[in-house]
């Protein structure tokens, strides 16, 4: 069990998926999976609904974040945040856009005035936010606005990572059209993203010279600027300047070789230059286990690697092991040396 004072703040996320359901779990586990203290900011009387209908048995307290360690001995806190919540599992409902961002806004304004340690979010139907009106692509980007609001000394450049026992990765595009990967895809992109996840394995993760290795865009990573020239002219370039300051980065490398067993041993962390070529290794090998945690903030942010699960809200189905996993990791990466 974390020691540290201060227990995690969990967003509401989705109210028609999953979350609720893993948040509830969780609760219920925490001594048997040592889970670190945390409260959730949502609708107490939705969780409790959400509860009832899974069969669980689980007091649910309406709590400030300062009382909140106390309750999590005997109740699930929970800081009522926005409107009151339907429980309707698996039907997407437009009136719960706005509980569902206050819940992540408010979770920040949490750790930033020191009531919380780390933001845990649940997943999130982005499609269904765009239709309310929310202009970032993702939890990550739009965290790296809220950073900048709430330490304004910051230039937040957030990196998502999905980080998993067996296999680490970093997208260095994240949330466009496949399209537009190509256009995205500069030097200085590259050089941002692979220089924080360099600092952040070497700060938050304890690797002493983390091992990057850069996956090439194209087919064979371009046979010389034959199959595309991207990664010839910008990968290659930013490898090269890289390892001139001292980073451990390879590549490009042809990015269909890269995830067998033994080509996972040779690095830290991959980066691949588009979402899906990271993610579908990421999640194919470790989709129970891996934590989506976001790199280059101020505050420490994680998150389980799956999204709603609209199928299976409300049934008890859900799998806790990569909430559970990003609960621990929030735990750990924020309260350094406080086992
Ligand atoms: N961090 C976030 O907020 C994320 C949000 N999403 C959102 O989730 C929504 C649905 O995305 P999908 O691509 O369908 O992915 P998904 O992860 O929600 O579901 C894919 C499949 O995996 C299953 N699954 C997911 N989590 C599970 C768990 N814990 N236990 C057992 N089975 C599980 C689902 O039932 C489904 O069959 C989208 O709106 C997307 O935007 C997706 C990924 C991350
Ligand atoms: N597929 C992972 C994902 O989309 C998570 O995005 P975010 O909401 O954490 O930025």
Redesign the pocket.
Known sequence: MISGKKPLVVTCGEPAGIGPDITLMAWLQRKDLALPPFYIRSDPGFLSRRAERMGLEIPVQACNPEDARSVFKTALPVVLTGDPIEDRPGEEQASTARAVLQSIEQAVEDVARGAASAVV?NP?N?AALYDAGFDH?????YLGALAETHWPDTIARPV?MIAGPELMVVPVT??IPLKDVPSNLTEKLILDTARIAAADLKSRFGIAEPRLVLAGLNPHAGEDGKIGTEDRDVIAPAVAKLRDEGIDARGPLPADTLFHPQARKTFDCVLGMY?DQV?VPAKTIGFDDSV?VTLGLPFVRT?P?H?TAYDIAGTGKARLDSFAAALRMAGVLSNPGKF
């Not at 692509?137 to 980007?141: F, M, N, R, S």
């Open positions: 979010t999130i982005k692509p993702g939890h990550t980007e998502m994240i949330h979402h993610l989506n998150s690697d999204g």
